[in-house]
């Protein structure tokens, strides 16, 4: 059984910056698209960013394109989230999820695995 722990959220000030970790248990990392949601109080949970197993390929919503940069690194079975210029709308809940894809996954379904969220809150 895969585990996702995330890691680096906190409250920070608009404008500032925030780096999230997602630590992957097991050998299944490598074999994995990655992804990072968020979800608001009263909202669904939707994709931020999305980055295929071997890191080539990303999807970012419109929201967070320029501002936010998915990475990854297989040999420590990482996955990053350096969110800058952060806004008061992106307070929410921050979830890792693992989609057993070559390529990037967009569609919330196609994710197997999902960390236990890591609060985030942008104060203004």
């Known amino acids: 059984q895969a585990q996702l722990v995330e890691s680096g959220g906190g409250l920070v000030q608009a404008g500032g910056s925030l780096r999230l970790s997602c630590v992957a248990s097991?050998?299944?990392?490598?074999?994995?698209?990655m992804g990072w949601f968020r979800q608001a109080p009263g909202k669904e949970r939707d994709l931020v960013a999305a980055?295929?197993?071997?890191?080539?390929?990303?999807h970012y919503a419109d929201s967070v394109k320029g501002r936010f940069t998915i990475s990854r690194d297989n040999a420590e079975n990482t996955v990053y989230l350096q969110m800058n210029s952060l806004k008061p709308e992106d307070t929410a809940v921050y979830y890792c999820a693992a989609a057993l894809h070559t390529t990037v996954a967009i569609f919330r379904a196609e994710y197997s695995y999902w960390g236990q969220g890591t609060q985030v809150t942008v104060s203004s």
């Open positions: 097991g050998s299944f990392f490598n074999n994995y698209a």
């Open positions: 980055m295929s197993w071997s890191g080539v390929s990303t």
